[in-house]
């Protein structure tokens, strides 16, 4: 983050100068924060489910998290199976 930028007026003296970037910025993630604070409120319900080898009760907020994370490292995965096979056929 950007401190304001100081200009120095005929006197020699700093002044400080107005960044309408900056608050904007500002104003943007204090909403995204204020949005994951209320998405995270709104699902934090309990939830049942069923696993191949038994159940358990999990917090929603957290099986949309477990989900998000299982779905990332596959990618990453698959991706790096991909690379590597594409190696294979030209080497």
């Not at 943007?28 to 995270?40: G, K, N, Q, R």
């Amino acid at each position: 983050m950007r401190l304001p930028r100081l200009n120095r007026d005929k006197l020699g003296e700093q002044t400080e100068q107005w960044q309408p970037g900056l608050w904007a910025r500002i104003v943007v993630l204090l909403l995204i924060v204020a949005y994951l604070i209320a998405f995270v409120v709104q699902n934090s319900k309990s939830v049942k489910v069923d696993f191949v080898f038994g159940s358990g009760s999990l917090s929603l907020i957290w099986l949309m998290l477990i989900g998000i994370a299982i779905g990332i490292l596959g990618g990453i995965l698959l991706a790096q199976l991909y690379r590597r096979r594409g190696r294979k056929q030209r080497g």
